[in-house]
């Protein structure tokens, strides 16, 4: 059974930067597509980042191409989501995803001055 646990979560000013982590346990880490989400208080979950599994390819949304970054470290069994020039936009709470089959709780980013 896979399990992920995100953090790195929190509120932060305008403009400034914060790095989520996920943690995935189990075996199919290294050979996973993995995804970073998002949802916002009265909006639908909306896709941020992918990685493929050995993180050669990764895509963004539009909204923050240029300012978030995705990686991963498969001997840690982590992806990471490294976020720049936060916006009040930004707000949501954010999850990983392992295939889109196994999804964490959610870490909350709260972008505010």
């Known amino acids: 059974q896979v399990q992920l646990v995100e953090s790195g979560g929190g509120l932060v000013q305008p403009g400034g930067s914060l790095r989520l982590s996920c943690v995935a346990s189990?075996?199919?880490?290294?050979?996973?597509?993995m995804y970073w989400y998002r949802q916002a208080p009265g909006r639908e979950r909306e896709l941020v980042a992918t990685?493929?599994?050995?993180?050669?390819?990764?895509t963004y949304a539009d909204s923050v191409k240029g300012r978030f970054t995705i990686s991963r470290d498969n001997a840690k069994n982590t992806v990471y989501l490294q976020m720049n020039n936060l916006k009040a936009d930004d707000t949501a709470v954010y999850y990983c995803?392992?295939?889109?089959?196994?999804w964490g709780k959610g870490t909350l980013v709260t972008v505010s001055s």
């Open positions: 990685i493929t599994s050995g993180g050669g390819s990764t």
């Open positions: 189990g075996s199919s880490f290294s050979m996973s597509t």
């Open positions: 995803a392992l295939r889109r089959d196994y």
